[in-house]
Structure formats: structure tokens, C-alpha cells
């Protein structure tokens, strides 16, 4: 039967950490000679500490191998001196990983107005290109977002935390508070804590520049604008040797607090569908992880 959670080899850990440091789940202790351990039953299953172990003591039987183009069996080319474009596409999407450790060193404003270029070439419904970006190009800008944001949700884990709202609510056909506590309330406590104790920063993970991007509600398809976008700034992060990661907590808080609009002046006829954390990466990935099986349904004829 196929393990859904990764295998740590104890004879080959060499107990270096690595793992424990990427893994954004915290499901991953240190035993004898800070050996790795699974310290959990399940996990995200995004296969950081297999990218990242220079041991290779971890394997992840739940995912398939890293993703390759049928099109490389067709004559491709035969070496990495000279790659089809399509094989160095590929590569750059199978490097890509979310990264949540920064180095301190700031982000070259040239960087980031490479990566918004590349964000407008994405293509958007009738051509509205009804996005808009908004830079925080240093760690105080980054910081302030994430206390507005973490103020957020310090009101939402009081209202969570109470039994008697989140389950009354919950009869009365509204779950989302019930939801919410269940599968967020304690990790965003946690975060809450460690922030206010040490500012351990677990939402931009002390990225020192962040990317919004938005879009303007009146578009055709002003979330799908905005999320292609946004690839195309993970995608060009990458190939310039830049670490990335979106930043889910801050898009729902801003969905529900008009504060955040307010204080990126962001005219509220816009919406932000994404924030991406930015800097140089702390860490090195060893290799290309897979993903999981996916079956087609091929439609012949409808």
C-alpha cells in the first residue's frame, strides 16, 4: 500500500535539518543525533524535504516522478548546452517550488520590474487588462501588511473560539466560522503567538518585498486576469533565481477587511486575488519533485 506521507530513511539522515527548516506543515521533528522524523500522520504532501535533503534519506511513494514533456521521445535535443524552449519552460516549472526561507538582502528594483513585465505579457479576458500591481519593495512595507493582516485574524480567532457563536451559526446554516475553526483556528493561533512573542514571522516568512496583485471587479474575468498574472511573476522569479510564494491568509483577509485596501490605497473598486512573497531564496533545492497521478478524461467525441 502507498504511503501518503513521506519516508525517512534513519540510516541515511545525516540529521543536517534542512527538512525541518522548509517544512511550511511543522510535521517534521529531530530524534537521536537530530535525526528527521515524521511528527505527524498526515502533511501537506508538497515534497519540500525530498527537494531539499542532500542525503536523499526522503522518498514521496504518493507523488509521481517530476513531470516531463511527451514531446522530449521526438527528436528533442540532446543535451543541456542546447534545449528546446520548451524544455527549458518545463525546467523552470519543475524548479519551482514555494519558498518560505529569505535571505536578508533586499530585491533589486530592476528584478521587480523584470517580473511585472513579465506578468502583463499574460493574457486576460477581452484583452481588459484590468490588473493592477502594487510593490512593497522593502521589509518594512512587508511587515506592516502582515500586522494589518495578522490584526484580522486576531478578531476572527476571539469569534472562533467561542463555542457557542461558531456552533449556533452553524445550525442556523451559516459554517464557515465552524470550518474555519476546525481546520485553521490553531495554526493561525500558533502564528498569532509566535509573532507577538518572537516576531516569528510564519505568513511572509521574513521575505523582504512582496508583490499584490489585483484587478479591477468591473473586468470580464477579473480573477483569472489576476492569477495568470501572477504565474507569469512566479515563472519569471524563478528563471531570475528568485524565490516566491503566495500568500493565501493575506487574499481572505482582504476579501473580508476594507482596511487592507485602505492602507495599500487601493481604490476598493479593485480586488486582490493574490500576494506574492519575494526574495532571495535561503535554501537550495537538491532536486525536482513529482506530482500526483493524474488521469485525463479524454473526450473523443461529445
Sequence with gaps: M???????DQERCIGCGACRAICPDRVIGAGSSDKAFLDAESCLQ?????????????SVPFLGPPPALASDDDGGATSWVDPLPSQMLMEIMKQRRSCRLYKDKPVDRALIDDLLTAA?????????????FLVLPNREGV????????????RLNQKAALPLLRNVLKLLGYPALHDYYEGYYQKVQGALEGWDRSREDRLFHGAPAAIVV??????????????LASQNILLMAE???????????????ARRDPSINR????DMNYRIH???????????WMRPVGRKPVEPKILASI
Design 120 to 132: 502583463v505579457t499574460a493574457p486576460s479576458g477581452t484583452n481588459s487588462q484590468g490588473w493592477k
Design 239 to 253: 528563471a531570475l533565481e528568485l524565490g516566491t510564494c503566495l500568500i493565501g491568509y493575506v487574499v481572505e483577509a
Design 143 to 154: 511587515t506592516r501588511l502582515g500586522e494589518v493582516t495578522a490584526d484580522f485574524y486576531r
Design 263 to 266: 492602507l495599500l490605497d487601493l
Design 274 to 284: 493574490s500576494v506574492v512573497a519575494l526574495g532571495h531564496p535561503a535554501v537550495k
Design 2 to 8: 502507498t504511503s501518503d506521507v513521506p519516508l525517512i
Design 46 to 58: 508538497c515534497g519540500h524535504c525530498y527537494a531539499v535533503c542532500p542525503a536523499e534519506a526522503v
Design 214 to 227: 489585483a484587478a479591477d471587479r468591473s473586468s470580464s474575468c477579473p480573477a483569472e486576469d489576476a492569477l
